[in-house]
C-alpha cells in the first residue's frame, strides 16, 4: 500500500491509499486500486470509485507495486505502478502512472518507462515525488536501490546507486516519501527485515545509516512483500 495524508483532508477523507491485492498469490487480481480512511484504521472505496483502477493486462503478466503522491503544482493525485507483461525470455516491464483530479475518476494509463529484457528486475517498487518541476524516482533495480529524474515523466537521467553509510542499499521494496523537508525511506530487503534512513532535499542519493525497526518473529505467516 501507498498512502498519502492530508491533514485537512481532501476530497472529504485525510487519507488516500493506493494499493494492489495479491489474494492466494493470484497476480490477475494485482491491480490498482484506491481505499480512503478519516483514522487509518477504517477502510472504505470512495463513493462513486470503479476499483481496480486498471484491469490485468491481456494474456499473461500483472500489475503491482502502486505509488501515490499528491503533486502540489497540478493539484492532482497520481498513482504510478508496474506493469509486467509476457513469460521470461521476453519480458516487457513498463511504468505507468493515471492521474485524477478528485481521487474517484482517473485518466487513461500513460506510458513512462519501458524495458523490454530477460531480467524484468529493473522498476520494482517506484516510489516518486514531484519537486521544483521535476520528478524524482527511486525503484529497485538487481536488488539494489537506484534514483533517477525527469523533467516530463518520460525521458530519464541514468540511474544512479542511492547509498546508506556510504554503502548501497539492498532492497526488494522501498518507500520514500517527503515530509517536513525531509526523505524518510522505508526498506523491506529479504527475507523481511524492515530499515529506516532519512536524506534531505539535494541529497536524494545520500541517506543516514538504516536502522531497523520491525524484523520478522519466525511466524510463517509474518509480514512480507
Known amino acids: ?8 483532508g481532501w476530497n472529504g477523507w485525510k487519507y488516500w491509499m493506493a494499493h494492489t491485492p495479491y489474494p492466494h498469490g493470484n497476480d490477475r487480481l494485482e491491480n490498482p486500486c484506491v481505499a480512503v480512511s478519516n483514522d487509518g484504521i477504517k477502510w472504505e472505496e470512495p463513493e462513486g470509485i470503479s476499483n481496480p483502477l486498471v484491469e490485468a493486462p491481456i494474456g499473461s503478466g500483472y500489475n503491482s507495486d502502486a505509488h501515490m503522491f499528491y503533486n502540489d503544482t497540478s493539484k492532482k493525485m497520481e498513482i504510478w ?19 485524477s483530479s478528485d ?3 482517473w485518466g487513461a494509463p ?4 519501458n524495458s523490454s529484457a530477460s531480467n524484468i528486475l529493473q522498476f520494482i517498487s517506484p516510489s516518486v515525488i514531484f519537486d521544483d518541476g521535476v520528478y524524482k524516482i527511486w525503484v529497485m533495480r538487481d ?20 547509498l546508506s553509510d556510504g554503502k548501497r542499499i539492498h532492497t526488494w ?3 520514500v516519501v517527503l515530509y517536513d523537508d525531509k526523505l524518510h525511506l522505508v526498506n523491506q530487503n529479504l527475507p523481511g527485515l524492515i530499515k529506516y ?5 539535494g541529497n536524494e542519493t545520500i541517506f543516514s545509516k538504516e536502522v531497523e525497526v520491525l524484523k ?4 510463517p505467516w509474518d509480514l512480507d512483500g
Open 103 to 105: 481521487g474517484i475518476h
Open 216 to 219: 520478522r518473529s519466525g511466524n
Open 81 to 99: 505502478y508496474r506493469e509486467v507483461l509476457g513469460v521470461s525470455p521476453e519480458d516487457e516491464e513498463n511504468i505507468y502512472r493515471i492521474i
Open 1 to 8: 500500500p501507498s498512502i498519502v495524508q492530508f491533514d485537512d
Open 197 to 201: 534512513s532519512y536524506s534531505e532535499i
Open 110 to 113: 500513460e506510458l513512462l518507462i
Open 143 to 162: 536488488f539494489y536501490l537506484v534514483y533517477m529524474t525527469s523533467v516530463n515523466g518520460k525521458d530519464w537521467s541514468t540511474p544512479v546507486d542511492v
Open 173 to 175: 521494496h522501498t518507500n
